[in-house]
Structures are given as structure tokens and as C-alpha cells.
């Protein structure tokens, strides 16, 4: 048996009730092939076997008191993966589906992409199974100074530095940001990021995701001759990825006619109105049916169906395995020419074979949507110096880094024979970096 297939067979005997963590284990080492079976130092150094098992997994109680007096008791999980080039960097998930499955694949993923970025962060991921929806500001308070009071005995700016993902935003990042604060004394803004702009955050960090996934679009289809003007774009999710994907695609002179929620999806064949969506989402918290209010000639639909429409462009930005091969099947019968990925792996591995198979350029999350933590990254920096960089200094920095990821991811997919295969160049570029440090630091 091979080295990659051994390790991909031991990891699933491991973690048998661990699917995200096995499917995302299993699409990185399945393209890295080519590269770790084909020298011995990564198999007589564990490299993989070593990758794949997190540095360490912290799991706490997480009590706290609702609204009506009763106790609640969520789970908390830090998963710290890989530290061989920086600190830990990664979000915090707060989603009644959060488990230690779903950590684990967003914290393996984080390595690869934190790498991808060319800058010093490490690999790690955490969160939990608290449900924000429905909540009032002081239940999210409660909760958030709970989850940090235990999660501040573990982080730090040149430890392990959190940040948001679904369910966190600016209104979560501040509360844990006052408690860590309080229980350790320690006004040191470089252990969070994603903070609101008078302690410590930066500027265009809210945007950095979505903006981000649209310029690594922007590149790659420069790249080709063409450009986003005029065409037609699919998103998925209506939170902070989808949003400020929307607004950029929008601003580049592409049309955007979809996005969702967990309960349904939008079509406004006029293009999404953007100031609509924000008042929904991020000042009323409101559910998308509220958009047919503002936009009498969009439909509203329940459930899901954001890739049924005919677009030259798709951005899942929602969550993991949400574009199943049914749904890449009906985009390639309508002629979308590029998946990009928003979100952490929402397109399933069997309709990202049919995708490539099927002559759709596709960029896989660790690559597109790289451009959230980089800017955290940037935020770490400039919390270093103690100083904040204008909105164009630090979108300047995050475009050069999107059209550096787009070229590294394309480069290293033509020289091991695979053009074109961006998920092969994001994982092999990725790899390298993380596993040059491990061999480097010997048997650690
Ligand atoms: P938000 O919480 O702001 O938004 C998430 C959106 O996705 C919401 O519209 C939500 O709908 C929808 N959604 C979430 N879970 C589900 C589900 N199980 N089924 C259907 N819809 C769902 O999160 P973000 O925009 O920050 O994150 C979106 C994706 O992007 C995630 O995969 C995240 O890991 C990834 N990502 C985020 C980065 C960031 O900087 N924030 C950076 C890189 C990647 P509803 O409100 O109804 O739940
Ligand atoms: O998935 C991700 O890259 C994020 N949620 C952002 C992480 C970060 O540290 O900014």
C-alpha cells in the first residue's frame, strides 16, 4: 500500500465517527500523492501522520443562564493542529451542529490555507454547539464571557489567536474580547482578531472574506483574458462571507442573483440589493423572507435550490457540503464556468469530480476564501506595532496576497503535471510550507 493510502486508511480506523474530518483528510492526502509517495523523507518523518493529528483538542462546559433564569450547559472545543509556522490561527463556530468532527476538519483545513496565505500562522479551529439565533444581546453576552473565562487559560498573541466564523461576528469577538481581558488582565488585542475598530481591529476585515474570494476570481479570470464584468454570479448564504462576496462582485460590474439562509434562498433577477440584505442581516438579524419586502419582483423559495439558476459563476458561501453532485450537474447543464468556494468545504467531493471533470475552473476554500485570515493576520501585525493601517493600505495588502495565492495554487498544479487542478495546487502549495517547518523542527 502506498504511504498516502496507509495514512488515509489509519486516520478513517481512528476516526470512525468523524466524517468532515475524514473527508477533508482524505481530498487533501489524495492529492498529495504525487508529492509524499514519491519521497521517502515524509513517510520516514510521519509528516502525515503527524499533520493529521491535532497538537491538541480542549474540550470544556460551558455553562451559563437564559433569559427566564434556567441553567444551560453548552460544549466548548479549541482544537489546536499544527503550529509548525506560527501561532494557531483560526475562527470560532458558534452553530447548534458544531462537533468535534466538524472542528477537526475546519482546524486540518486551517494549516493548509493559513500556509496558503505566505503568512506565519499555524493551524486551529474551535467553537461550539450554542445556538445564537433567538438569543438576546445579554444571553450572547452570558455565553460568550463562559466560553472565554475557560478559553483564556489557552490562547494568546503568540499562542493560539481566535476570531469569527458562522455564528461570530463583531457583537461575539467583543464580548469574549472583554473577558479575556478581565480574567487575565491583559489589554493585549493581539489575541483576538476580528475586534471592533476602537480596540484593536482593522479595517476591512469584515470585508477581507468576500472581498477576498472576489478577487482570486477577479485574478484568475484576468488570468484568462476575461473579467467579472457582465457576468452572471450565484451565491449562496446571506451572512458575512455572502455579503461582502456580493458587494465586491457587484462593485466589479458582475450581477449577483442568489443568496440564502438556512431556512430559504432569494432570486432577484435585477441583482441582490445589497443595502437591503445588510439591513436584514447585520442590523435586524431577520430571516430572508423580510427581502421580498424591499424587492416585490424577487422570488422568495423555502429550502434550498441557489444553483437550479443559470449563472457564468458560482460562490458557495454558506457552509460545508451544501453544492451536492446533483447541483453541480445542473450547473454544468446551464454553463457556469467557475466554482469559486466562500465557505470551508460546501462542495462535496463527488461534485467537485464532476465539476473538474466537466471542464469548470474550481478553487477549492483554502485557496478563495483565504483572504478572512490573512487580514486577521494583518490585523495580528499591526496590533504588534501599535498602529492601524488605512482601508486601502490593508485591501491593497489582501489583493496582493489573493493574486499571489491564485498564481502559488496555479503554479503548483503545472509543475506536478496537473494544470488546471486547484485543488491539487492549493493542497500541494499548502503542504510544502507546513511540511518543510515539521522536518526542520525535527521529531516534534
Ligand atoms: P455567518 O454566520 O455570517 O453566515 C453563515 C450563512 O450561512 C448564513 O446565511 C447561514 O444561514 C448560512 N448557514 C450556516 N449554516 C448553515 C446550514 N447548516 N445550512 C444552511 N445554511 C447555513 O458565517 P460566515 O459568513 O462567516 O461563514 C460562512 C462560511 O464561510 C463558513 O463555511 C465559514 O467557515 C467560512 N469562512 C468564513 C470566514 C470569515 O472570515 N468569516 C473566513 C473563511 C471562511 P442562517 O443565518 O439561517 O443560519
Ligand atoms: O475559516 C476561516 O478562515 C475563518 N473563519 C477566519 C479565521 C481567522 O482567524 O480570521
Redesign the pocket.
Known amino acids: 500500500m502506498s504511504y498516502s493510502d496507509d495514512v488515509i486508511a489509519r486516520v478513517k480506523a481512528k476516526n470512525p465517527d468523524q466524517p468532515e474530518f475524514i473527508q477533508a483528510v482524505t481530498e487533501v492526502i489524495d492529492s498529495l500523492r504525487l508529492v509524499v509517495d514519491n519521497d521517502p523523507k515524509y513517510e520516514e518523518n510521519a509528516i502525515l501522520e503527524r499533520m493529521t493529528e491535532p497538537d491538541r483538542v480542549i474540550m470544556f462546559r460551558v455553562p451559563w443562564i437564559d433569559d427566564n433564569g434556567k441553567v444551560q450547559v453548552n460544549r466548548g472545543i479549541r482544537v489546536q493542529f499544527n503550529s509548525a509556522i506560527g501561532p494557531y490561527k483560526g475562527?470560532l463556530?458558534f452553530?447548534p451542529?458544531v462537533n468535534l468532527s466538524i472542528i477537526k476538519f475546519?482546524g486540518f483545513e486551517q494549516c493548509f490555507?493559513n500556509s496558503l496565505t505566505g503568512l506565519p500562522i499555524g493551524g486551529g479551529k474551535g467553537g461550539s454547539d450554542f445556538d445564537p439565533?433567538g438569543k438576546s444581546d445579554r444571553e450572547v453576552m452570558a455565553f460568550c464571557q463562559s466560553f472565554m473565562t475557560e478559553l483564556a487559560k489557552y490562547i494568546g498573541s503568540d499562542i493560539d489567536v481566535p476570531?469569527?466564523?458562522?455564528?461570530?461576528?463583531g457583537r461575539e469577538i467583543g464580548y469574549l474580547y472583554g473577558q479575556y481581558k478581565r480574567v487575565t488582565g491583559l489589554a493585549t488585542p493581539g489575541v483576538l482578531t476580528?475586534k471592533g475598530l476602537t480596540y484593536g481591529g482593522s479595517l476591512a476585515?469584515t470585508e477581507?472574506?468576500?472581498y477576498g474570494l472576489v478577487y482570486l476570481v477577479q485574478e484568475l479570470l484576468k488570468d484568462r483574458g476575461d473579467s467579472l464584468d457582465g457576468k452572471t454570479v450565484a451565491v449562496?448564504?446571506?451572512?458575512?462571507?455572502?455579503?461582502y462576496a456580493i458587494e465586491k462582485a457587484t462593485q466589479l460590474g458582475a450581477k449577483v442573483v442568489t443568496?440564502?439562509?438556512?431556512?430559504g434562498w432569494v432570486y432577484d433577477p435585477e441583482g441582490i440589493d445589497l443595502a437591503a440584505l445588510k439591513e436584514i442581516?447585520e442590523v435586524n438579524r431577520a430571516?430572508?423572507t423580510e427581502y421580498k419586502k424591499y424587492r416585490p419582483n424577487s422570488e422568495y423559495h423555502d429550502g434550498?435550490g441557489v444553483w437550479q439558476i443559470k449563472v457564468d459563476i458560482a460562490l458557495p458561501?454558506?457552509?460545508?457540503n451544501?453544492l451536492f453532485l446533483e447541483d453541480a450537474k445542473q450547473l454544468v447543464a446551464n454553463g457556469c464556468k467557475v466554482v469559486a468556494e466562500?465557505?470551508?468545504?460546501?462542495t462535496t467531493m463527488d461534485a467537485t469530480e464532476y465539476l473538474q471533470k466537466n471542464g469548470v475552473i474550481f478553487v477549492p476554500?483554502k485557496a478563495s476564501?483565504?483572504?478572512?485570515?490573512a487580514?486577521?493576520a494583518l490585523e495580528m501585525t499591526q496590533n504588534s506595532e501599535r498602529l492601524s493601517w488605512t482601508f486601502e493600505e490593508v485591501d491593497a495588502k489582501l489583493q496582493q496576497i489573493m493574486v499571489n495565492i491564485y498564481h502559488n495554487i496555479d503554479n503548483a498544479a503545472k509543475e506536478y503535471g496537473v494544470a488546471g487542478n486547484y485543488v491539487a495546487g492549493a493542497n500541494i502549495a499548502g503542504f510544502q510550507k507546513v511540511a518543510d517547518a515539521m522536518l526542520a523542527h525535527g521529531i516534534v
Open positions: 475562527g463556530r452553530h451542529s475546519l490555507k439565533k476570531a469569527g466564523d458562522i455564528g461570530v461576528g476580528g476585515r477581507a472574506t468576500g449562496s448564504g446571506a451572512g458575512n462571507v455572502a455579503i443568496c440564502s439562509d438556512s431556512t442581516k430571516r430572508l434550498r458561501c454558506a457552509t460545508q451544501e466562500g465557505a470551508n468545504m460546501p476554500g476564501n483565504a483572504g478572512g485570515v487580514t486577521s
